[in-house]
């Protein structure tokens, strides 16, 4: 992938901007605020009409593994603000009137060329067929870029958006086709090996990959599973 991002220097002088903290903001937040000032990919994004430096992880990761096939149908599970959704519409061709993507959350988002929004809980049971639903019939790819808010204990952070991803690869065995794809973000830590063997037993190919866009001092990861075979039920083996 070519972003021409930069690398935050020019003649040898570093561009870096500083944030003073204001009398209303925290520390913290000053830290967030001047780390997404100089991050390259930050920048590329507005540039490129983005909504989040998130897209670029999606499209490294299709870039990588090729889950996304023209008039293909997606669904983006947290899809808020609409970063991968974008990318996915583009991919597939829905906003040029080909494939489908339905964006799925709890908060509302702008409209996006090609892409169906519904503010659903994924959790709710009903939701599988919704989707299924608007999509017109089950699903090529799920995606979910989604995490829990932090709470800055480790440990706790890593159970939470493990708990997601668990959650969201049970959805994606309700929705997709055969030969389907399933993304989620995870985190480093150790029980992320759990989520890799449970997905063995219904993909073909279960990998871990970060992007480049994912900054280097995060634990993120993405699970990337591909080629499902079919739902298995209780009682059968794999």
Request: net charge positive; glycine share 12%; with cysteine.
């Amino acid at each position: 992938m070519t972003t021409n991002a930069g690398s935050g220097r020019e003649g040898g002088r570093s561009l870096k901007q500083r944030v003073k903290t204001g009398r209303n903001r925290t520390l913290s937040q000053t830290r967030w605020l001047e780390r997404q000032l100089n991050d390259p990919f930050v920048a590329l994004a507005k540039r490129e009409g983005f909504r989040s430096r998130a897209a670029f992880k999606i499209q490294e990761i299709n870039e990588k593994f090729g889950i996304f096939k023209p008039g293909g149908r997606v669904v983006d599970l947290g899809a808020a603000p609409g970063g991968w959704s974008q990318i996915a519409s583009r991919a597939v061709g829905s906003d040029h009137g080909k494939g489908c993507v339905v964006a799925i959350d709890l908060l509302p988002i702008d409209p996006i060329s090609g892409v169906e929004f519904a503010i659903v809980d994924f959790l709710d049971p009903e939701a599988p067929d919704l989707v299924k639903k608007m999509l017109g019939g089950g699903a090529d790819v799920v995606l979910s870029d989604m995490a829990a808010n932090a709470t800055g204990h480790k440990k706790t952070d890593h159970l939470k958006i493990m708990g997601i991803a668990e959650l969201a690869a049970e959805f994606s065995l309700d929705v997709l086709d055969k030969g389907g794809s399933f993304v989620a973000k995870v985190l480093q830590g150790g029980t992320e090996g759990t989520l890799l063997a449970d997905l063995k037993m219904s993909f073909s190919s279960v990998k871990h990959f970060k992007p480049k866009a994912s900054r280097a001092d995060s634990a993120e990861l993405y699970v990337v599973a591909t080629g499902f075979r079919g739902k298995i039920r209780e009682g059968e083996d794999s």
